[in-house]
């Protein structure tokens, strides 16, 4: 019997669903450019806000939150190494169980990283944050937070509200990779209370099954506060 292969790795990228790729194709096939007032500049205009809703009301955000990119690694790029410039932060503060955007987008800032530690169950150690945070706090430093939701290796789910608790009311700023979260569970992005643009979420269309029915092939994005 001729052996079968079963793709199953759907965190590193999901199969495309028809009714997705039938989208694309479609899309592919419109000449335009969304940003001209005339017609067919209006139809491209209409694809990217169909899509720019879509993933708006997947992540429970705002449409003017989602800001397209080419990758979920593009969007932490420009959250991490963009965020620590316009923030000013003096340091930032990573788990050790980041993806590898994560970690190599905290070295590129060239300010120091502090790597905090997971337990046995695979939890980023909270109270390390908390720790970063209180000694940021003795010497007036703003530190960038970057963690992540859940985890691409081994599925857990990390103490996200928790950190968000640390970070939020503080000086500091928060970038959570949301990236295997998007589409398996509920973001409610826009009702966190933070403060302007001092949360960042990023995420992925390219894990989730595919099931955007607009670009879903390789999009990502990063979500602001307004
Ligand atoms: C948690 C997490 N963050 C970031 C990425 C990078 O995503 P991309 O391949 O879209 O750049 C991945 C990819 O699998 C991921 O699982």
Known sequence: MPRQTIYLDHNASAPLLPEARAAHIAALDLT??????HAQGRALRAVVDKARTEVAKLAGAERDQVVFTGSATEA???AIIGGARAFKADAIVVSEGEHT???????ATGLPVKRVGLDADGLIKVEQIAGAIADADRVGMRILVAVHLINNETGVMQPVDRIETLVGPSPHFLFVDAVQAFGKMVLEFASRQFDRYQHCYDVAGHQCLRELQIFPCLFSLQIRRR
């Not at 955007?101 to 070295?107: G, I, K, Q, Y």
């Open 101 to 107: 955007a994560v970690l190599r987008a905290a070295d």
């Open 76 to 78: 932490i790029s420009q």
């Open 32 to 37: 335009g450019n969304p940003s001209s007032v």
